[in-house]
C-alpha cells in the first residue's frame, strides 16, 4: 500500500536540503521500496553544471546503495526557490531519471508521483511516462 500523503510530505521535506546556486530549482524526491522503506533525495548542483544530480537519482543511488532492489513508487516535487506549495507547475522527472528509474523498476507498476502538494497530485506508471523504454532485455 501507497501512503501518498506521507510520500509527498517526505519529498518536500528533502526539498529543504537541495544545493541549487545556478538554478535556484529546488526539487525533493522520496522513493518508496516494497519492504517499506523511504529515501528521500535533493538535486546537487556543480559550478560546472554538468555533475549536477537530480533528487530523482540522488533518492535512487542512495536506496540502491544500501542494498535496496525493489521499489513501488516516487514523489517528486518542484519549484523554484521562493513558490509555496500548491503554486507552480506540477515537476516531472527528467529523461535520464526515467531511463534509471526503468533500470530498477518494473515498468507497470511502480508509481511515478508529481505533487504540487499533499492534496495536488498526478501519478502515472513509469511506463506511461516512459513508452518503449530501452532497458536490459534489449541487451539479451
Ligand atoms: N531537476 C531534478 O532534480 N529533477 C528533475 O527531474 C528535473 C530537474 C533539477 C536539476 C537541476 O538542479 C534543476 O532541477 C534545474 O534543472
Given at each position: 500500500m501507497i501512503n501518498?500523503k506521507?510520500?509527498?510530505?517526505?519529498a518536500?521535506e528533502?526539498?529543504?536540503?537541495?544545493?541549487?546556486?545556478?538554478s535556484?530549482?529546488?526539487?525533493?524526491?522520496a522513493?518508496?521500496?516494497?519492504?517499506?522503506e523511504i529515501?528521500?533525495?535533493?538535486n546537487?548542483?556543480?559550478a560546472?553544471?554538468?555533475?549536477?544530480?537530480?533528487?530523482?537519482r540522488?533518492a535512487?543511488?542512495k536506496?540502491?546503495?544500501e542494498?535496496k532492489?525493489?521499489f513501488t513508487?516516487?514523489?517528486v516535487?518542484g519549484?523554484?526557490k521562493?513558490?509555496q506549495?500548491?503554486?507552480?507547475?506540477?515537476?516531472?522527472?527528467?529523461?535520464?531519471?526515467?531511463?534509471?528509474m526503468?533500470?530498477f523498476?518494473?515498468?507497470?507498476?511502480?508509481?511515478v508521483i508529481?505533487?504540487?502538494?499533499?492534496a495536488?497530485?498526478l501519478?502515472y506508471t513509469?511506463?506511461?511516462?516512459l513508452?518503449?523504454?530501452?532497458?536490459?532485455k534489449?541487451?539479451?
Open positions: 501518498r506521507l510520500l509527498i510530505e517526505k518536500f528533502a526539498q529543504k536540503f537541495c544545493y541549487t546556486p545556478y535556484n530549482f529546488n526539487v525533493g524526491a522513493l518508496l521500496c516494497d519492504d517499506g529515501y528521500q533525495g535533493c546537487i548542483e556543480n560546472a553544471y554538468t555533475p549536477t544530480n537530480c533528487a530523482e540522488t535512487f543511488f536506496a540502491i546503495s542494498g532492489k525493489d513508487a516516487i514523489a516535487v519549484n523554484k521562493g513558490i506549495q500548491g503554486e507552480g507547475d506540477f515537476c516531472a522527472p527528467c529523461a535520464v531519471c526515467r531511463q534509471v526503468a533500470e523498476c518494473d515498468l507497470k507498476t511502480f508509481k508529481i505533487a504540487k502538494s499533499t495536488e497530485y501519478e513509469l511506463e506511461e511516462l513508452p518503449l523504454a530501452f532497458t536490459g534489449n541487451l539479451d
